[in-house]
């Protein structure tokens, strides 16, 4: 199949983040997280604090990828009633607010199967949402949903391990979109103290593989990570911590501290 | 009317991806793609290597006390009438049930691998604690996760386990049953990847996890068609076992596959009804899905949020399903009957007066089913029923729950 004309609005931020000698800064935060509506005001926010895209995680019971920060928002946001149609109007509803950074849905498969997948690639696109990222949904088992996300023009990202096999990695080519999500330790997600010291390595081994840009995830929580990551990646990628912040602050504070983390991993606090 | 079986033999699946039908799969998280492939192809090799299969069957035959009995169950029979009842007394196994089948192959598999850790997930804490004694015999380290109900329902298995030399985890996410151990295991082997074994005890999770429990368990199946040729000189007219995730179930269904006249029937946990919310019934209530790393029927809800099960015996108590099951359901070859809580009461207790054999609540299961399927049944047929386990560790729950309903 042809490359689209148009380039998605993923790859169009990367290519303008590069062309001005920038990284990504990409925050995750649970739909329905501390409150029901709070993501409709975080999200602003974060861009505001200098987030160029976002990811939004769909709540799952069994969240089998993630450490207990993220257990615990998506947990809270089941308690709020946060169903896949709610992720959808949150989506619709911050583009309607004017939000233009890209929107990334990231979310196990299972939710994903039982809302349907051309159904869920389908409401996406119209919601303004440009990606996927699906954590339990390896390259073998997603040739439905990839063909989906190519027919409306949507990104399917795939992600990579230190531990995935050069053959693994090199296997993405052609079917990963967007960027490829390098996971930065052997573990699920959480805040770790330090940046794993052969992560350069393993950086380099994606970068010889796929022509994408690469965006590092899992266990990043400062400036300092930030910086030392920004050397040989893309872009970072930061959930656990944030969480956890807006899990300290009063639910109305929730805006204010999402920026201000934003700027602190930034180096502008 | 056999529209959905494929063209191929229905004894000789999975396909090369892990496929029974449209069911299973491998549907791992990044980090575990390399360690699923490394156990693929170790397990491929070991399952050609006549060296393997001695050892095994050494230990089966020494130390796990292979082959079990068959045994004709007179009392059972009369009491239930119809079908000449015979049970197949995995009870009878060192640890109890029929869990050590699996977790002996597994053992020596992780031992052959290189891999000096274990991790492991337990409902009743039966596959917990032979999981522990393989480890304890073979000088491996162990963990265990268990859902912190059932830690409190199971504390028989418990004390075994750390008596064993594991650490017991409790999991105190979720439902803190079967489910949320078996997400603790795999959040732990994403982490421990390198130097762990993840032992999982039934036919669930990614390829080849359903396959090879399966092969680990048939020894059940093929021990029972040889043993019943010998006594009755032909196979059952039926066979009944008990359904959570479904090893025991596939350990006996699976050498009769082949054997088309065989009926073969799965009693489901059922809970305080399949119309209710409290159950465990997958294959009568569930919805396609994927849970745990293969696709399957599944306990959830209209948003595809993975659903509580519950039952009264912990080894039941799982929203999901072995994939094999789920094929084997859809193509008409096994049947799936839900059995309640209190029915597995009844069946308990039946089988305590009738035989003088104390069964776990998990086989209660089927003993119910059985007197239920007897009943269209004729004095010249043959039943078997699988007796997974014995019911020393489920002590308290039914003097709770008898003492509660007399």
């Known amino acids: 199949m042809t490359t689209a004309t148009t380039p998605s609005r993923i790859s169009q931020a990367f290519a303008d983040l590069a062309a001005r000698g920038e990284k990504a800064l990409m925050p995750y935060v649970t739909v329905g997280h501390p409150l029901k509506e709070s993501t409709l005001e975080i999200v602003p926010a974060l861009v505001e604090g200098g987030a160029t895209m976002i990811e939004l995680g769909i709540p799952f019971s069994d969240p089998l990828a993630d450490g207990p920060t993220i257990q615990r928002s998506g947990y809270q946001a089941l308690q709020n009633g946060v169903t896949m149609e709610f992720c959808m109007e949150t989506a619709r509803q911050l583009r309607q607010q004017g939000v233009e950074v890209p929107l990334i849905l990231m979310g196990y498969y299972n939710p994903v199967l039982r809302y349907g997948l051309e159904r869920f690639v389908a409401d996406s696109a119209e919601a303004g949402i440009d990606g996927f990222i699906i954590p339990d949904l390896p390259p073998d088992e997603s040739a439905e949903l990839a063909e989906l996300s190519q027919a409306y023009q949507r990104d399917l990202i795939f992600m990579v391990a230190p531990t995935s096999r050069d053959q693994h990695i090199a296997s993405l080519s052609g079917r990963a979109s967007g960027f490829v999500y390098c996971v930065s330790v052997t573990g699920v997600t959480g805040a770790r103290d330090d940046v794993s010291a052969s992560l350069s390595g393993f950086l380099s081994r994606v970068r010889s593989a796929l022509d994408l840009p690469l965006a590092v995830g899992f266990g990043i929580s400062t400036p300092e990570h930030v910086q030392e990551i920004g050397r040989d990646a893309d872009g970072v990628i930061v959930g656990s911590a944030l969480i956890s912040r807006l899990d300290e602050a009063d639910p109305a504070d929730a805006p204010a501290v999402a920026r201000e983390f934003m700027r602190y991993l930034r180096g502008n606090a | ?406």
Not at chain 2, 4 to 9: K, L, N, Y
Not at chain 2, 88 to 103: F, W
Not at chain 2, 234 to 250: E, F, H, K, T, W
């Open chain 2, 1 to 406: 009317m056999t529209s959905t079986i494929p063209p191929f033999d229905i004894t000789n699946l999975p396909d090369d991806r892990g496929r029974f039908g449209e069911f299973g799969g491998s549907y791992a998280p990044v980090t575990l793609i390399p360690a699923v492939e490394e156990l693929r192809t170790a397990y491929n090799d070991i399952r050609e290597d006549p060296d393997f299969h001695v050892e095994l069957e050494s230990l089966l035959k020494n130390y796990v006390g292979r082959p079990t009995p068959l045994y004709f169950a007179p009392g059972l029979s009369e009491a239930i009438g119809g079908p000449k009842i015979y049970l197949k007394r995995e009870d009878l196994v060192h640890t109890g049930a029929h869990k050590i089948n699996n977790a002996v192959g597994q053992g020596l598999l992780a031992k052959k691998m290189g891999k000096p850790r274990i991790i492991a997930e337990t409902g009743a804490g039966q596959h917990g604690v032979a999981t522990a004694t393989v480890c304890a015999k073979m000088g491996l380290e162990c963990v265990i996760y268990m859902g912190e109900l059932d830690v409190e329902r199971q504390a028989l298995n418990v004390a075994r386990m750390r008596l064993l030399g594991a650490e017991v985890r409790s999991v105190t996410s979720g439902s803190r049953t079967l489910k949320d151990a078996m997400n603790e295991a795999i959040r732990d082997w994403v982490t421990n990847v390198d130097n762990s074994y993840y032992l999982i005890g039934s036919v669930a999770g990614m390829h080849p996890y359903p396959m090879m429990v399966r092969d680990f368990q048939s020894v059940i199946g093929r021990e029972t068609r040889e043993q019943i040729r010998e006594v009755e000189g032909r196979l059952p007219d039926s066979i009944v076992a008990c359904v959570g995730g479904g090893s025991n179930a596939m350990g006996i269904f699976h050498p009769f596959l082949e054997h088309t006249e065989v009926e073969l029937h799965g009693a489901e946990a059922a809970g305080d009804g399949v119309g209710t919310a409290r159950h465990a019934a997958t294959l009568s209530a569930g919805v396609i899905g994927v849970l745990h790393g293969s696709r399957s029927y599944v306990l959830q809800d209209a948003d595809g949020q993975i659903s509580e099960a519950h039952s009264i015996s912990a080894g039941l108590d799982y929203p999901g399903v072995g994939p094999e099951h789920s094929y084997l359901r859809d193509a008409g070859r096994a049947t799936y009957h839900p059995v309640t809580d209190t029915e597995a009461l009844e069946g308990f207790k039946l089988l305590c007066k009738t035989e003088g054999i104390i069964p776990a609540l998990e086989p209660a299961h089927a003993i119910h089913l059985a007197g239920t399927l007897a009943k269209d049944m004729t004095s010249d047929q043959i039943m078997i029923i699988n007796l997974s386990g014995r019911g020393d560790k489920d002590m308290h729950t039914v003097t709770e729950a008898l003492g509660v309903m007399s």
